[in-house]
């Protein structure tokens, strides 16, 4: 097999979370930790039909070399998110000036290790250089720098990147309407295909995704990705899948996941599990550990229900790392791994998931 397919997920709407590590103050060791003994997810999640197991990563973290050692497992994950370095702020920090350094970090450690790499985003909201939210561009000059800095970004790493996730990340309001960002109030919905067509051009092979979070579930904010899928199709814009972030809450995973995963199927896309942690109200228990466990295994199970869904990528696999506790006060332990990288319940519920 190919070490390295390709995954780009290009206008991820992709809410790439903000990294920002705070690690909880609880010590872990009280609590019940995983059991199981499996050669690793991704070999599980390959075992089952798909394509990876993954997970997302930032460049400060790599100095931790346990953490690394858990992270260069290929058995363990089969593909990797560049949690912040691909991002516009990141690479195109002044206008026609890029900056790959970080995400071919991130590149060159998915490379060694045989991992696919997701690209993370082209077009998002957040982290955008002031040069362009605030630069007073006409519809003309702002669809340029669209293009610009989709093709210039998605061709850098034309092969390597599966999907161009977030080629657009997070268009759209929790109430369906779109974000008035500054790509909206200059251009309306003009930079959408506008990225998607510059990204495809770039690299014929990947995979262009449009990353939400929010859409897990049926309501206003669902149904407007479906309607611009839709539009998108018949306008004859390349469009392959959507990313559903998955950040979820302990004991309230959507109950409606599997027929909201199958409306969107029945729009003609694929889909990933892009972002997926499942957060609690600190401080932990055994039993939102017990559901946090159930919760995760009832995300994979939703997967694996489809042959569109082709793979899961968590936000990060350790607690120390979570960029819940920085973005949700009083909220954390969202992830498979504790603050210390010892497995918790949560792992046990993706093994499970996976076994189907
Ligand atoms: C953009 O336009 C506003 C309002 O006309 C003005 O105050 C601002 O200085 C302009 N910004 C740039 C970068 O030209
Ligand atoms: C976009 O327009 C809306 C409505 O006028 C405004 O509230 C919002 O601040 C604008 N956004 C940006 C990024 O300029």
Redesign the pocket.
């Known amino acids: 097999m190919k070490a390295f397919t390709r995954l780009l997920t290009l206008v991820s709407l992709c809410a790439a979370a903000v990294a920002s590590p705070t690690p909880s103050a609880a010590a872990t060791s009280a609590f019940p930790t995983a059991t199981s003994v499996v050669s690793g997810l991704h070999a599980l999640a390959k075992a089952a039909g798909k394509l990876y197991f993954g997970t997302a990563t930032d460049n400060p973290e790599l100095t931790d070399t346990p953490y690394v050692a858990i992270l260069d497992d290929n058995m363990m994950f089969g593909q990797i998110t560049a949690a912040n370095s691909m991002k516009w702020d990141a690479t195109e920090p002044e206008q026609g000036v890029f900056t790959f350094d970080q995400g071919d970090v991130i590149r060159n450690l998915a490379q060694g290790n045989g991992q696919l790499l997701r690209g993370h985003n082209c077009v998002w909201h957040e982290q955008l250089p002031d040069w362009v939210?605030f630069g007073n561009f006409t519809f003309d000059e702002l669809i340029s720098i669209v293009e610009n800095h989709c093709g210039t970004l998605v061709g850098h790493y034309t092969g390597q990147i599966l999907d161009a996730d977030k080629i657009r990340a997070e268009p759209f309001n929790d109430d369906g309407t779109f974000q008035?960002?500054?790509f909206?109030?200059t251009t309306g919905t003009a930079y959408i295909p506008a990225a998607l067509n510059a990204a495809r051009a770039a690299d014929a092979n990947a995979k262009l995704y449009i990353n939400e979070f929010n859409i897990e579930f049926a309501g206003p904010k669902a149904t407007a990705l479906q309607n611009l899928i839709t539009q998108l199709k018949a306008d004859g814009v390349p469009i392959d899948g959507v990313g559903f972030q998955s950040h979820f809450i302990v004991g309230e995973v959507p109950g409606d996941l599997v027929q909201n995963f199958q409306s969107f199927v029945d729009l003609g896309v694929e889909f990933a599990i892009t972002e997926l942690d499942v957060r609690m109200t600190l401080p932990e228990t055994d039993e939102l550990l017990a559901q946090q466990k159930q919760d995760y295994e009832t995300v994979i199970n939703a997967c694996l229900a489809f042959t569109e869904c082709v793979g899961v990528t968590i936000w990060d696999f350790t607690d120390k790392f979570s960029w819940v506790p920085g973005a949700f006060p009083s909220q954390g332990a969202a992830c498979p791994w504790d603050d210390n990288l010892v497995r918790k319940p949560a792992f046990d519920g993706i093994v499970t998931g996976f076994q189907g």
């Open positions: 939210a008035e960002d500054v909206f109030n």
